[in-house]
């Protein structure tokens, strides 16, 4: 991380549009292999808060079109993969503050674990039933069939997401084209689905802080016009995608039930 705050630091320019071809096909190839991926990520909250953004969206970008055949692949499930967390010195320090560090970070350890419901005397039991309790869940949103979500809060929140016609609900587990289960996420408590990409119309206030690019980022919003995020009232900076720019591509519930319309 540190290595990677310094690139953006004192890189020069050009390499910002650009990704390094061999981790492309090192991907690539193992993704044809059949290979299962299991991801670390454990990262500073605030590592890249006094980098300039646009290098960091500029490399985003970059990375998000070189690595469009893995994604594309894993998103549809022809590989099994995971993605677990560990704690960081840093990510420690913000949810314990009060603690000296070697404290936060067995309490982040601890804490984890417990999320994980790796702290039970059968872990492999407890997320049987877990992912069943979801599937439960997944099973009622699509025997509903809604056309519209609808959320509000008291923050300001008022969104409204139609629903195509035809669309699954989805939950934690997950099999793989060969055939093989697989939880993709861990921890999990979602139940997720696919807006209508036009008809999204509304604004959302974060009630949560977004680690993004590096920063973190408190009290932001989004307001949606019918097709795409209005980037005039956007007050963060988002990395273009050239394949949804700007628009809504996943719809998630956790672990609520929407009301029918």
Same mark, same amino acid.
């Given at each position: 991380?540190?290595?990677?705050?310094?690139?953006?630091?004192?890189?020069?320019?050009?390499?910002?549009?650009?990704?390094?071809?061999?981790?492309?096909?090192?991907?690539?190839?193992?993704?044809?292999?059949?290979?299962?991926?299991?991801?670390?990520?454990?990262?500073?909250?605030?590592?890249?808060?006094?980098?300039?953004?646009?290098?960091?969206?500029?490399?985003?970008?970059?990375?998000?079109?070189?690595?469009?055949?893995?994604?594309?692949?894993?998103?549809?499930?022809?590989?099994?993969?995971?993605?677990?967390?560990?704690?960081?010195?840093?990510?420690?320090?913000?949810?314990?503050?009060?603690?000296?560090?070697?404290?936060?970070?067995?309490?982040?350890?601890?804490?984890?674990?417990?999320?994980?419901?790796?702290?039970?005397?059968?872990?492999?039991?407890?997320?049987e039933k877990h992912l069943a309790m979801l599937k439960g869940?997944?099973?009622?949103?699509?025997?509903?069939?809604?056309?519209?979500?609808?959320?509000?809060?008291?923050?300001g929140t008022n969104l409204e997401i139609?629903?195509?016609?035809?669309?699954?609900? *989805?939950?934690?587990?997950?099999?793989?084209?060969?055939?093989?289960?697989? /939880? =993709? &996420? $861990? #921890?999990?408590?979602?139940?997720?689905?696919?807006?209508?990409?036009?008809?999204?119309?509304?604004?959302?206030?974060?009630?949560?802080?977004?680690?993004?690019?590096?920063?973190?980022?408190?009290?932001?919003?989004?307001?949606?016009?019918?097709?795409?995020?209005?980037?005039?009232?956007?007050?963060?900076? *988002?990395?273009?995608?050239?394949?949804?720019?700007?628009?809504?591509?996943? /719809? =998630? &519930? $956790? #672990?609520?039930?929407?009301?029918?319309?």
């Amino acid at each position: 991380e540190v290595c990677g705050k310094y690139r953006y630091l004192y890189g020069a320019e050009e390499i910002f549009d650009i990704f390094p071809n061999w981790q492309k096909e090192s991907l690539d190839y193992y993704v044809k292999k059949g290979a299962a991926f299991l991801s670390v990520y454990a990262s500073d909250p605030d590592i890249l808060k006094e980098v300039d953004k646009s290098r960091v969206a500029r490399y985003q970008k970059a990375r998000s079109l070189a690595m469009k055949e893995y994604y594309d692949e894993l998103m549809g499930n022809s590989n099994q993969w995971c993605v677990v967390s560990v704690p960081t010195k840093a990510w420690a320090m913000r949810v314990f503050p009060e603690l000296r560090e070697e404290f936060a970070i067995a309490e982040m350890w601890k804490l984890i674990l417990k999320i994980v419901r790796a702290d039970k005397e059968n872990p492999i039991l407890e997320w049987e039933k877990h992912l069943a309790m979801l599937k439960g869940r997944m099973d009622y949103l699509n025997n509903k069939n809604f056309k519209k979500l609808i959320y509000k809060n008291s923050l300001g929140t008022n969104l409204e997401i139609e629903l195509p016609e035809g669309h699954k609900w *989805i939950s934690g587990g997950e099999k793989s084209k060969s055939g093989v289960e697989f /939880v =993709a &996420n $861990i #921890p999990t408590e979602e139940i997720f689905t696919m807006p209508h990409r036009d008809r999204v119309n509304g604004t959302v206030v974060s009630s949560k802080p977004l680690i993004y690019g590096g920063s973190v980022i408190n009290h932001f919003s989004l307001t949606f016009k019918y097709v795409e995020i209005d980037k005039e009232s956007l007050n963060i900076d *988002i990395a273009e995608n050239p394949d949804n720019t700007r628009r809504t591509t996943l /719809v =998630a &519930n $956790i #672990p609520l039930k929407p009301k029918k319309v």
